[in-house]
């Protein structure tokens, strides 16, 4: 059988490249975005209620890659990115069907100019995704404490100590008009240790930059310290 699905929404979020992107939701704290929705669905009715919950289930389209098709195995960062196993068996984005889900924080409901959006926090998904489905995340029903979590049993701790430079400091201060979250969120995503996983604890002198908001950032990992170059216009 086939379906077909609408898209419901657009997510605005900091994250315009898939480089640095946290490999699961909740990681970030300081990543926040927007849903919105789209017609016939951005009608106030539809979110009646909403704001009772704490947390939302966000189902999506892995967009960027579903042009690549899918793997029967895969190779998960949590095991180095050396070791396969099948595709089911983890959350990679080469799938059969290229389905995403994710637990985002819920802050609020926006409306304005006949537009109507989610305001989110705690992503992990690109600029730009489209989103299929919106639900109540109920404790209860969706966390279960006696789950076994297989080759990835606890939340990954943060990696790296992330200090700026005295460029980066200057560059920084006049985006935090627009942007206050931002030196938060450099921060978090760059303590997670972005890299491919295989360069992790090898000597490394690459200057990496990724693009969050309308920035790019340059840094350099010498485990375990991070250092930001410079925050550029991007």
Known sequence: MKFDIDTLGIIRSPY?????????????SAARARLELLPPYDQPDVLRGIEQFSHLWISFVF???????????VRPPR???????????TRSTFRPNPLGLSVVELHGVGRERGKLWLELGAVDLLDGTPVVDIKPYVPYADSLPHARGGFAPDAPTPLLAVSFSAQAEQQLAPWLKAHPELRELVREVLAQDPR???????PDDKVYG???FD?????QIKEPQCQVLTIEPA
């Open 16 to 28: 315009k490249e898939k480089f640095a992107i946290p490999r699961q939701p909740g990681l970030v």
């Open 63 to 73: 967009h960027q890659t579903m042009d690549q098709g899918w793997h029967p195995t």
């Open 79 to 89: 095991l180095g990115g050396n070791e396969r196993v099948g595709v089911f068996a």
């Open 196 to 202: 491919p996983a295989y360069k992790k604890g090898k």
């Open 210 to 212: 990724v693009r969050l």
């Open 215 to 219: 920035v790019n950032v340059r840094f």
